[in-house]
């Protein structure tokens, strides 16, 4: 089982919907949370950490569920410009000697006119 | 500011040369991270510096990888004897502090073909 999964997608959405992406995580020891974004053949950028009480940054909300081992990112009046790969990034922090980030394979979003 | 720089941004290689990729991080960042990221992959973890100490290279496929970061700065990712599977986009990121909550810093990646 890999260590960080995502359903790699594609959702192909229209303009203006609301789109969610989980990916849940094996390494209960986990520490901190993070999504990038990926443009295709470009590097991944940072969108947005994940904190235990949730955050929201405009349209983007994204969610920890530490019991499940899962997190969230929940797209609001999806644009044009959203179409992307979007990373889960899990890291496992000090307790494993380094600090290693894990990425997910990626959900590829398409958001369509 | 400068962001990460890699070089070179694409090499193309005959299978058996050795190549070396090199990384400039965002001045004054501690860790270093090289991935490797295959097609319709996520990246994939290969190596981590904190200041010029290799903390982690669990990540490296074989003995064929090899990394350094010698003073702390710069650092070069060489691969000997490569192989088409070695085919990828290697990507180096640096951040600024040694601990889990620090955001990283992507390059543009190095596109190696091994043909």
């Known amino acids: 089982r890999k260590e960080v999964e995502q359903d790699p997608g594609p959702f192909n959405v229209p303009e203006g919907a609301t789109v969610a992406f989980n990916c849940t995580y094996s390494n209960s020891a986990s520490q901190s949370f993070f999504w990038y974004r990926q443009d295709c053949r470009k590097e991944p950028k940072l969108l947005m950490s994940?904190?235990?009480s949730g955050n929201e940054d405009g349209r983007f909300t994204a969610q920890l569920n530490r019991a499940s081992q899962y997190i969230s990112l929940l797209i609001r009046d999806s644009k044009l410009s959203d179409s992307a790969t979007y990373l889960c990034?899990?890291?496992?922090?000090?307790?494993?000697?380094?600090?290693?980030?894990?990425f997910g394979t990626g959900t590829r979003l398409k958001v369509l006119a | 500011g400068a962001g990460v720089s890699q070089s070179p941004r694409y090499k193309v290689a005959k299978r058996g040369q050795d190549v070396a990729l090199r990384c400039d991080p965002i001045s004054g960042h501690v860790s270093l991270f090289w991935y490797q990221q295959a097609l319709g992959q996520g990246p994939e973890f290969l190596t981590y510096f904190q200041n010029e100490a290799q903390l982690d290279k669990s990540g490296l496929p074989s003995d064929r990888f090899f990394a350094e970061r010698p003073e702390g700065s710069v650092s070069t990712l060489k691969i000997q004897r490569t192989q088409q599977e070695d085919s990828a986009v290697y990507l180096c990121?640096?951040?600024?502090?040694?601990?889990?909550?620090?955001?990283?810093?992507f390059g543009p990646g190095t596109r190696l073909t091994v043909t």
């Open positions: 994940v904190y235990s």
């Open positions: 990121a640096s951040s600024r502090g040694a601990g889990e909550h620090y955001e990283q810093y």
């Open positions: 990034v899990v890291n496992t922090g000090r307790w494993s000697g380094t600090y290693k980030y894990i």
